[in-house]
T-cell receptor, first 116, second 111 residues
């Protein structure tokens, strides 16, 4: 049962253009969402997050949008750079689980390729 | 600030053997989680340790076990290895919040 889904295994964009990565979730209890970037032979690196009380969070070139009614979030990268080429994982959690039990549920990832 | 480190980087075992993977948390982090990432999949939560106690477990059998030490470093032990255990094993540490910092992982191959 895939609770977090990234339906596009790959995405290719031109340098300078916008990259939009999408993520859907099925568990309405999730209240905190994160995006991680992963290069080969490295662990995932935290990129940006959003709480369910917000619908947008911005950090430099990266913006995450959350549509709770559609159970959908997206990551926008503007402008895209060749160094952004990596696998992007969407993750979700229940932040109010108590203690430090913050299990992350990940999607399968989307491979972004930014062409020069 | 030292990041999360894991050892070994690569490991080859045969079916039925046992393996121990190690993780050193980022300085000051008291929570460690372990994830399994099979090829083409996202990381799957195995379990989490908080101040040396198991604090949550995913859908993994009991042959997956762990420890967290007083310095907050951690071990993942897998007994009776199966071919499907071949994966990248990721350790992540945090200080009581969700912004986990991941290590580079240990690539385990079971033959």
């Amino acid at each position: 049962d895939q609770q977090v889904k990234q339906n596009s295994p790959s995405l290719s964009v031109q340098e300078g253009r916008i990259s939009i990565l999408n993520c859907d979730y099925t568990n309405s209890m999730f209240d905190y969402f994160l995006w991680y970037k992963k290069y080969p032979a490295e662990g995932p690196t935290f990129l940006i997050s959003i709480s369910s009380i917000k619908d947008k969070n911005e950090d430099g070139r990266f913006t995450v949008f959350l549509n709770k009614s559609a159970k959908h979030l997206s990551l926008h990268i503007v402008p895209s750079q060749p160094g952004d080429s990596a696998v992007y994982f969407c993750a979700a959690t229940l932040s109010g689980s108590g203690g430090s039990n913050y299990k992350l549920t990940f999607g399968k990832g989307t491979l972004l390729t930014v062409n020069p | 600030e030292t990041g999360v480190t894991q050892s070994p980087t690569h490991l080859i075992k045969t079916r039925g053997q046992q393996v121990t993977l190690r993780c050193s948390s980022q300085s000051g982090h008291n929570t460690v989680s372990w994830y399994q990432q099979a090829l083409g999949q996202g990381p799957q939560f195995i379990f989490q340790y908080y101040r040396e106690e198991e604090n949550g477990r995913g859908n993994f059998p009991p042959r997956f076990s762990g420890l967290q030490f007083p310095n907050y470093s951690s071990e993942l032990n897998v007994n009776a290895l199966e071919l499907d255990d071949s994966a990248l094993y990721l350790c992540a540490s945090s200080l009581e919040w969700v912004q986990f910092h991941f290590g580079p992982g240990t690539r385990l191959t079971v033959l």
